[in-house]
């Protein structure tokens, strides 16, 4: 709810305020965040983010869509959600926050906690194939234990 490429817009739903920043102008980058204080929204600096930007959305819009949510957070510890029901084959969505995470952009440095798996399906038969896809990520890849329980 505090992301203005998401939710944080002046009218949104029957929300009865604006969720709209109150820092800055677009591309919403608030430098208060490095401070070891309350953020312009209220957050606490040590506050970790469930970044759940596109869904299972894929391709370069997606990415560049990440790319903006992931910057706009980055003084915070993230937790993006990689999986959200992805049904291609490729899981793509997946592919694509990897790209994200990997290549944020100049100057971006990013916290990454873990990532999270979301299914509204009940749908863990692609829990393998998504730490297969980690594991084998040029930058993840390195991080992520190679072996299974």
Known sequence: MFDPNA???QRYFQVNKSLAPMCGSPPYVCTVYSQPRNSAFGLQYNTVIANWMGGSESGAAATAKRK???TFFQAFPQ???VFYDDSTANLDSVSSWLDA???PGA????TLDGVMY???NGD???LSAIAAKIRA???FGRRWPSNTP
């Open 7 to 9: 939710n944080a817009v």
């Open 68 to 70: 903006r949510s992931l």
């Open 79 to 81: 937790v993006p959600a």
């Open 101 to 103: 995470m990997a290549n």
């Open 107 to 110: 100057g971006v440095r990013l």
């Open 118 to 120: 979301t299914t509204w």
């Open 124 to 126: 863990y038969t692609k």
């Open 137 to 139: 990520h040029t930058v």
